[in-house]
């Protein structure tokens, strides 16, 4: 069972920037799409970044130019570095994997991100 770990979630003020990770537990790591989801209060859980085994990456219309997904398959972690960062962006945002051959996927347990001045 893939066990996914999120950090950097918090507050920033309009315009700043914010780094999540993402560590999952298993040496499988590069077998999976990556990706990141949000979901704000109210909403339904969205899409924002994903990166399959290499480097080709896949963005929301609304964080293309702003935010970067990127991988390290040595160290079974995704990032998601967020700049340019506006009130719209405050949600729970989610790691999640799905193994390209089992098509399982697991879910981490969410970091928030408030985007308020």
């Known amino acids: 069972q893939l066990q996914l770990m999120e950090s950097g979630g918090g507050w920033v003020q309009p315009g700043g920037s914010l780094r999540l990770s993402c560590t999952a537990s298993?040496?499988?790591?590069?077998?999976?799409?990556m990706g990141w989801f949000r979901q704000a209060p109210g909403q339904q859980r969205d899409m924002v970044a994903q990166?399959?085994?290499?480097?080709?990456?896949n963005y929301a219309n609304s964080v293309k130019g702003r935010f970067t997904i990127s991988r390290d398959n040595a160290k079974r972690t995704i990032f998601l570095q967020m700049n340019s960062l506006k009130p719209e962006d405050s949600a729970v945002y989610y790691c999640?994997?799905?193994?390209?051959?089992?098509?399982?996927?697991?879910w981490g347990q969410g970091t928030e991100v408030i985007v308020s001045s």
């Open positions: 999640k994997a799905r193994h390209f051959d089992s098509g399982a996927e697991y």
């Open positions: 298993e040496s499988d790591f590069s077998n999976f799409l």
């Open positions: 990166i399959f085994s290499g480097t080709t990456t």
